[in-house]
């Protein structure tokens, strides 16, 4: 059974840093697309940042330049290195896999970790 588990996820002040960590069981990151999403009250889930298979990367508008996504094939595991964090970033975030290398169908989740940005 595939298990994606989060870490990471804190209560900072704004300008400060997190670091996600998304830990993958019975799934490869090496060939799938994988990325993080996040979900705030009372809005849509958006995809914040993707790794496709093949190494290309997605990053929405809204945090580009203060977030990084990254992974270690070898620990399966997938990160979001968060910068300069606003308090409009609260949200739950999750780690999210696709079926295959492109990231047009994620079928696999995380539970969800809370980051919380206050002023």
């Known amino acids: 059974q595939v298990q994606l588990v989060e870490s990471g996820g804190g209560s900072v002040q704004a300008g400060g840093s997190l670091r996600l960590s998304c830990t993958a069981s019975?799934?490869?990151?090496?060939?799938?697309?994988i990325g993080w999403f996040r979900q705030a009250p009372g809005k849509e889930r958006e995809k914040v940042a993707s790794?496709?298979?093949?190494?290309?990367?997605y990053y929405a508008d809204s945090v580009k330049g203060r977030f990084t996504i990254s992974k270690d094939n070898a620990k399966n595991t997938l990160y979001l290195q968060m910068n300069s964090l606003k308090p409009e970033d609260t949200a739950i975030y999750y780690c999210?896999?696709?079926?295959?290398?492109?990231?047009?169908?994620?079928?696999?989740w995380g539970q969800g970790t809370q980051v919380t940005v206050s002023s």
């Open positions: 999210g896999g696709a079926d295959s290398w492109a990231c047009d169908n994620f079928v696999y």
């Open positions: 019975g799934y490869t990151y090496s060939s799938n697309c």
């Open positions: 790794v496709g298979g093949y190494g290309d990367t």
